[in-house]
């Protein structure tokens, strides 16, 4: 599967953003996703991962409370809304996918996942 990430940009700090995954070339509703972020100096690390259905999700614990992932089968689409950002929450932002026969099952780990998008940047000011 292709991932096209995009929604990236500049916003203050408490401001919200969303980010879009947009999927083609396979059935997307076989694919558990995730987003991650890698900030300057960084290790890349997982935001939020959901399920092929959508109705599992994982949040980074500094991400919970904060940030959505929700998915759109029928649109082949995968979103992050962010809310109340912070500045540590500066970072390009990847979305990932991994085909998988486990309905209920969202991966977290990087190696995990077979295809990556190309990032996003989100830019928070104070």
């Known amino acids: 599967v292709q991932l096209q990430a995009s929604g990236g940009g500049l916003v203050q700090a408490g401001g919200s953003l969303r980010l879009s995954c947009a999927a083609s070339?396979?059935?997307?509703?076989?694919?558990?996703l995730g987003w991650f972020r890698q900030a300057p100096g960084k290790e890349r690390e997982l935001v939020a991962a959901?399920?092929?259905?959508?109705?599992?999700?994982y949040y980074a614990d500094s991400v919970k409370g904060r940030f959505t992932i929700s998915r759109d089968n029928a649109k082949n689409t995968m979103y992050l809304q962010m809310n109340s950002l912070k500045l540590e929450d500066t970072a390009v932002y990847y979305c990932?996918?991994?085909?998988?026969?486990?309905?209920?099952?969202?991966?977290?780990?990087?190696?995990?996942?077979?295809?990556w998008g190309q990032g996003t940047l989100v830019t928070v000011s104070s």
């Open positions: 990932a996918a991994r085909s998988t026969i486990g309905g209920g099952v969202y991966y977290t780990l990087q190696s995990e996942y077979g295809s």
């Open positions: 959901i399920n092929r259905s959508g109705g599992n999700k």
């Open positions: 070339g396979r059935t997307f509703s076989d694919y558990g």
